[in-house]
Structures are given as C-alpha cells and as structure tokens.
C-alpha cells in the first residue's frame, strides 16, 4: 500500500520522525511560556489539548463532533479563564530548595509505582489509564514544573551552570521516561482512557507543585480562590468527558 509515493513502513516512519520534532518544538515554546510566566498558569493550559482535537479529529479522521462535545469544549476554555482570573497566580520563587525537589520526586514516584502496579493486570483500558496518568504525572512534575528554575538558572549562569545542575539531566530523564509511558499507554489501542488520565494528571500535578514548592499562590479573598479552583476543577472534567468520549 503507497500513499503519496511512501510504502506503509516508510510513511509511519515519517510521521513518527515528524511527531517527535514536533514534541521537541512543544517542549520548546513550553520554556519559553513558563519563562515568561508561572506554572500555575501555564501548565493548566495544556488541558487545552482535547479542545483542540476536536477539530483535527474531525478533519482528519472524520470523526464526529457533536453540540455535547462542542459545549464540553466551552466549558474547558471558560473554566481555565475563571482560574486564571480569579486564581491570578503570581509571585512565588524561581526554584525550591533540593530536599523539596527530592521529597516530590520521592513521593511522584510512589505515585507513579502504584500506577503501574495497579496497571499490570492484561485489562489494555486499565493500562491505557494508568500508563497515561504516570506519563501525566512525569510530564508536570517535571517537564513543567522543573522546567522553570532550569531556564532561570539559565539566565543567571549561562549555559555552564544548567549543564551543571542535577535540574536538566533529570528534566531529559523525566521526558524520555513520559514520551515513554505514553507511546505504552497508546499501544493498548485505548485512545480515550490514556489521553483523559494524561491531560488531567499533567496540569494537576503542575499546580500542586507550582503552589507548594514554587509557592505561586492563588490571590486573595478565599472566595476568589474556591472560584478558581472550581472552575479549573470542571474545566479538567470536562476535557476527561471529551477524551472518554
């Protein structure tokens, strides 16, 4: 079978060469955001990504997209601006003590040991979810919230000093490690329970982290901060309902 010229084994080798340059820009233009602005804010964004599969999907694959899911959608969008407008997290530190980073990698690992345990029954949609929500877990632990003092530490010692520091050779491990576990979640064939568990468990773990190490806390009065959390509550919902769906 060709299409456009390539045999089957060519064109999925050329798509899989295109989709990890594609990860690496996104990986990219992810440090630059948060080098702009703070975890909190940005790593809830990336529930975005089920929005934006609407669209592609429906393009691309023909799949269909209903009033349900475009008003999921909605939601989605609406929830991460009630968070970003009440929540209004600012301030904070650039980077964390070594022993906080070390007890929530500890303690992320656990988590993401009990995953995988509770994912090694031959179930493929237990393991979509689970290997999906450790691949989540990785991605906003580190991927996104270790990324921040990298770039800082970046601006202040140049590149001697990133190349230096435990931060940027546990950031690549951290990467290799949830492209990893999601190309595993992925290859049960379970598309929708993978996609849910990553994107809700990458912007949750992000915001913890961003709240309780880098401390970028939610703006005062407490009811602009049960708002916020409220609204990015039903905005990871609502993008778990649309994967699942």
Not at 29 to 57: H, K, W, Y
Not at 132 to 150: N, Q, Y
Request: net charge positive; with cysteine.
């Amino acid at each position: 079978m060709q299409r456009g010229g390539l045999k089957a084994p060519q064109l999925r080798y050329a798509t899989s060469v295109v989709g990890a340059a594609l990860v690496l820009v996104g990986w990219i233009l992810q440090a630059m955001a948060l080098d702009r602005g703070s975890v909190t804010v940005i790593e809830p964004i990336f529930s975005m990504t089920v929005v934006f599969v609407l669209p592609l999907g429906w393009w691309l694959t023909a799949q269909t997209v209903t009033l349900k899911h475009a008003l999921r959608a909605c939601v989605v969008v609406l929830g991460l601006m009630l968070f970003i407008t009440f929540g209004n997290p600012a301030g904070g530190r650039a980077n964390a003590p070594n022993w906080e980073w070390l007890v929530a990698i500890v303690l992320v690992a656990l988590l993401c040991g009990g995953l995988m345990w509770a994912g090694r029954e031959d179930q493929p949609t237990v393991r979509a979810g689970t290997y999906g929500a450790v691949s989540g877990l990785l991605a906003g632990l580190l991927c996104g919230t270790l990324t921040k003092p990298t770039v800082e530490l970046l601006h202040s010692g140049g590149l001697a000093a990133v190349l230096g520091s435990w931060m940027v050779y546990a950031l690549a491990l951290a990467g290799l490690l949830a492209v990893l576990y999601q190309q595993v979640a992925l290859q049960t064939g379970r598309l929708a329970p993978s996609v849910a568990t990553g994107s809700v468990a990458n912007p949750l773990i992000g915001v913890i982290l961003g709240i309780v190490l880098l401390e970028q806390f939610l703006s005062p009065p407490t009811w602009h901060k049960v708002v916020a959390l409220s609204a990015l509550g039903c905005a990871l919902a609502a993008a778990a309902a649309i994967a699942l769906s």
